[in-house]
């Protein structure tokens, strides 16, 4: 164990600069000379992404040892079951150490504000008490272990568009209700040893060095006492960073930027003070990392794999089912889509895991020895339709009655560093789809998809399941729902809209200002509100049994309220349900969302059993932030306590008084803003001068950076012109798949293209492995901003005075 106190009065100014950084892409930087070790990070959070070799800079594609698939969080959240997401984390957390790693980076809260963002299938919900209760689950599992986690990425990251640039511009109050809760849940009932701060800006400040996320609410308010480590590559001034709170910078800067911190410390820009916090914080890490008495479970691939079938069942949702399933095993099974035999279990980018070959659902197939017939259909890595491969699927579908369409997003369409650029199926598909329907086939269609679609066709489907990205054992969990040994069981942690043009963020998403203009009305917030019709509302999911809701009693308690009634299973099917509980406010002072998700469980019933289910409500499902007085309070009057099985299937309500908490005036909505009713809203969008009101500030429009005026945060996207800056932004695009091993994807070079423009100009010298220094980097801004000889110059130099490797 570490004596921290004598330790950082023996520690060096240097020496203290330099452990607050990465050695490699995963390592701090230990200090031999008091032997004070590194710890060890990789990437999570679905499984253990621990390179075969780490060395310096963003190795995103680095060739990974081979690790449990598990369910991505999009079908985690699914599952509304927090004891089998623990068990997830235990597995997690067994297998991390089993890897010699120390901190496994995840999981991920951030809301799902829009359908679209590309990362969605890494985060859990729209909505945060479900977010965040899963979060803990998770973080209680696998830190149990003795492995730490990484809550991320705080906060407010909810687009991948230029996600190290783009401001989330957002007011107070929708800022602590929605996009901070579910960290602020996971804190209060995980503690998780670190917690990973966003590339993005939050209100105009960047979230490495946002004091007021990082230290005034995180620390001051929720006792955070954990260490706080940078996205990779998210640092833009390190000393402002120390001084904000945030602890290690990921992954090394070559040292550049230790340099910076030491130097503000000697010119008294920066007191050591704050150094010395971040290096015993660090120290705090490092002795529960590498000195707890926490006593793991031995490592069990089998029970990992087990794990992870039991999360993929639960984790996949029947959305629609007019009576075809569940299938007959012994009746010849026409199945049509690539998926089926080439599966896809995961998203794109630095959460992939390298696994054993994974079994397809024609493999699942014939380890039961259940009789198919397979066509392939479409290509998944193309979006233009094969009348070759239409042709044959439409043959030898000719003598069926129902038809398994095995469909869903190609791998290209969910990935880090970029956004989904519509939420439809790529247009092979529905062109299969529309010809299988035209042949008189009842479809069923199984899904492959990190975050919704939209179905123009449902009306003409028969069954629709949706898998999420079920992780390496999917295939065995969708051959045992759509035969029927096991009920669905998972429901919706994310609205279905109709259309894109009905997400309520949609007019202000991928922008680098991002105005959150639609305030509390995300996901079914909104859509609730404004009685907005849905594909499929939050919550929502079937099964091949019934339930039956009774006997609701709500007894207020000093904290809240509890909440019974009794859940009976009356169908023919052992089952299991995730009951909800909303809760309506008065909405008199302030505006609020018609429902709010107050609480949830989820019960397992055996054919014919009833149980009596309670659920306790804390205060804060009576209370929203008051900006004036900086404090949840409760706003007195009338509660509709509801409890249903999603959020548009209402079975109970009551009633509750509660008395007010609020001191003076408070805050208070205009009668006539857009916010008191919601259904108002036009395709326009929020009128500014409710927005204005709600954000409490004007918002100065986004002007992209011209000649003169680009620096290091300014993405290889907004380089524009004929001049230099043009070329160099076209050659990074065009040659950005060519930093990848020669093994790489087609996927994954398409993801590096359309990442490219995204990247900051910081990126190139943080993420080099020293190849660029900040000299020859700052040489080259120089030079883009009309400087030209000045910069060139400047860039030469730096390259001779560059350190040799």
């Known amino acids: 164990m570490l004596d921290i106190e004598k330790i950082i009065t023996e520690l060096t100014l240097e020496e203290k600069c330099s452990m607050l950084s990465g050695k490699s892409s995963w390592e701090n930087v230990p200090c031999d000379r008091l032997n004070i070790p590194s710890v060890w990070l990789a990437d999570g959070p679905h499984g253990v992404r621990m390179e075969e070799a780490s060395s310096g800079g963003l190795n995103l594609f680095t060739k990974s040892k081979i690790a449990t698939c598990f369910p991505t969080a999009s079908a985690m959240a699914s599952t509304w079951n927090t004891e089998l997401v623990k068990s997830v984390g ?8 089993n890897l010699e790693t120390n901190i496994l980076l995840g999981p991920g809260v951030n809301i799902k504000r829009h359908p679209l963002c590309g990362r969605n299938f890494e985060y859990f919900s729209e909505d945060p008490l479900l977010a965040g209760k899963i979060a803990a689950a998770y973080i209680n599992g696998v830190q149990s272990q ?60 960047q979230g490495s060095e946002n004091e007021y996320l990082l230290n005034d609410i995180l620390r001051e308010e929720w006792g955070y006492k954990g260490v706080v480590v940078s996205d990779w590559g998210a640092v833009y001034h390190r000393e402002k960073g120390v001084k904000a709170g945030l602890d290690l910078e990921m992954p090394n800067s070559n040292g550049e930027t230790d340099k910076e911190v030491e130097a503000a410390v000697k010119n008294g820009t920066l007191s050591e003070e704050f150094v010395d916090k971040c290096i015993k914080r660090l120290l705090n890490l490092i002795n529960r990392c590498l000195y707890n008495a926490i006593e793991s479970k031995p490592f069990s691939a089998e029970k990992s794999y087990e794990t992870a079938y039991k999360a993929a069942l639960e984790g996949a949702i029947l ?38 070959p994974v079994a397809s659902l024609l493999d699942s197939l014939d380890a039961v020895d259940i009789p198919y017939l397979y066509s ?8 233009k339709t094969s009348n070759k491969l239409l042709g044959q699927a439409v043959t030898n579908t000719r003598d069926a009655k129902t038809v398994v369409f095995f469909g869903g997003l190609p791998p290209v369409y969910e990935a880090e560093g970029f956004d989904r650029y519509n939420m439809s199926l790529p247009q092979n598909q529905i062109t299969l789809i529309n010809a299988l329907i035209n042949a008189g086939k009842e479809i069923i269609l199984i899904l492959v998809n990190g975050s919704p679609v939209v179905l123009p066709f449902i009306d003409k489907l028969k069954a629709v399941l949706t898998l999420n990205l079920s992780g390496e054992k999917g295939s065995f969990a969708c051959r045992d729902l759509i035969f029927g040994d096991a009920s669905p069981s998972g429901k919706t942690a994310e609205t279905y809209p109709l259309a894109q043009s009905d997400v309520p963020s949609d007019l202000n998403f991928q922008t680098m200002h991002a105005e959150y203009k639609e305030g509390l009305f995300v996901g079914y917030r909104y859509y609730d509100s404004a009685n907005k019709p849905v594909l499929f509302p939050f919550g929502y999911g079937l099964s091949y049994t019934e339930f039956e809701y009774s006997d609701l009693l709500v007894i207020q308690t000093p904290k809240g309220a509890e909440v019974t009634f009794t859940l009976k299973n009356i169908g ?35 054919q014919g059993e009833s149980k009596t289910v309670t659920v306790e409500l804390n205060s804060r499902a009576f209370e929203y932030y008051d900006t004036v007085q900086k404090a949840f309070v409760c706003e007195g009057g009338e509660y509709t306590i509801e409890v249903g099985t999603s959020s548009r299937n209402i079975k109970l309500t009551a009633a509750i008084e509660k008395e007010s908490t609020l001191i003076g005036e408070g805050t208070k909505t205009p009668e006539t803003s857009v916010y008191r009713d919601i259904s108002k809203l036009t395709s326009a969008g929020v009128p500014d001068a409710d927005w204005k009101a709600l954000l409490n500030r004007d918002v100065a429009p986004y002007k992209p950076p011209k000649k003169g005026e680009y620096d290091f945060n300014t993405s290889i996207g907004e380089l524009r012109g004929f001049g230099l800056a043009s070329i160099f932004r076209v050659i990074s695009v065009l040659s950005a798949p060519l930093v990848l091993p020669k ?13 490219a423009p995204n990247m900051p100009l910081r990126q190139l010298y943080l993420g080099s492995k020293g190849v660029v220094s900040k000299g020859m980097l700052e040489g080259l801004i120089l030079a883009f901003n009309g400087h030209f000889f000045k910069g060139i110059s400047g860039l030469l130099k730096a390259m001779k005075n560059k350190p040799q490797k």
């Open 146 to 205: 003795g492995t730490g986690t990484s809550l991320k990425h705080y906060a407010a990251n909810s687009q991948e568009f230029c996600r190290h640039s783009s401001d989330s511009i957002i007011d107070e109050r929708t800022l602590r209700e929605l996009y901070l809760t579910a960290f602020e849940i996971a804190v209060a009932e995980g503690d998780p040893w670190t917690i990973m701060c966003c590339y993005n800006l939050v209100n105009g400040v």
């Open 319 to 356: 959305l629609k089912n007019d009576g075809v399933l569940p299938l007959k095993k012994d009746e010849p099974v026409y199945i049509v889509g690539e998926f089926a035999k080439v599966p896809r279990i995961q998203g794109l980018g630095s959460s992939g895991v390298s696994t054993k």
């Open 376 to 383: 392939q259909g479409f290509e998944i890595d193309s979006e």
């Open 572 to 606: 023919n099917y052992d089952g299991a349900e995730a009951a909800q509980i909303y809760v309506k406010a008065p909405g008199k002072r302030v505006y609020a969302p018609v429902h709010e998700l107050r609480g949830f469980t989820k019960v397992f019933l055996r």
């Open 743 to 755: 093994d790489a994807t087609k996927a994954n070079k398409f993801m590096a293209r359309a990442a």
């Open 90 to 97: 235990e597995a997690l957390g067994a297998e991390a150490k």
